[in-house]
């Protein structure tokens, strides 16, 4: 019963974890991109441009990227799926704390609900994963059980999927 109970609190850490990280970095690039939006739009910018040799039409090609970026991928919103998510698992990290002796039948709520949540989730960026697992590690105190993640794997997180990557155990922290 105590394994079960720490694996379910394991997972919903990880996944709190994993789409905290997701919500923050989609807000910055929502915010990037709106202030990238409206400085390469002004036309104040533009004249600016001249004065540095410039050719303003850049400034506009700029600013329909940004603009396009923003429209196509809405960041925005996504951030704040990834809130609700993110809420959504300490919600339940909260549930479990406040039965200090849970019965079977509150382990088998909670991993229904769980269950659930998974399904309401986008399909995973996996060397995020791994990173929110390692942080998950580190604030239960299994440091034995890290995952490895190269540089660039960690530089693309946000990026790029990874589904054929095959994540190894850190024999570094074992």
Known sequence: MEGKISDLR???????????????????????????????????IGQLGIKFGIADRWFGFVAA???????????????????????????LLAKAAEKPSPTDNDVA????????????????????DAIAYNAACDSLGKHHARIRIEWWQSLFRHIFPFHQTSFKEDKRTA
């Not at 990227?65 to 919600?91: C, N, P, S, T, W």
């Not at 949540?117 to 960026?125: D, F, K, Q, S, T």
Request: charged letters at 25%; proline letters at 4%.
């Open 10 to 44: 394991f997972e919903a850490l990880r996944n709190a974890i994993y789409h905290t990280a997701r919500r923050l970095f989609l807000d910055r690039c929502n915010k990037v991109l709106t202030l990238v939006i409206i400085l390469a739009g002004a036309s104040a």
């Open 65 to 91: 990227i940004a603009g396009m970026l923003q429209l196509v991928f809405d960041f925005g919103v996504k951030a704040r799926d990834h809130e609700f998510l993110q809420r959504r698992f300490y919600d």
């Open 109 to 128: 709520q909670w991993d229904a609900e769980l269950q659930r949540l998974y399904g309401e989730e986008p399909p995973p960026l996996r060397a995020l």
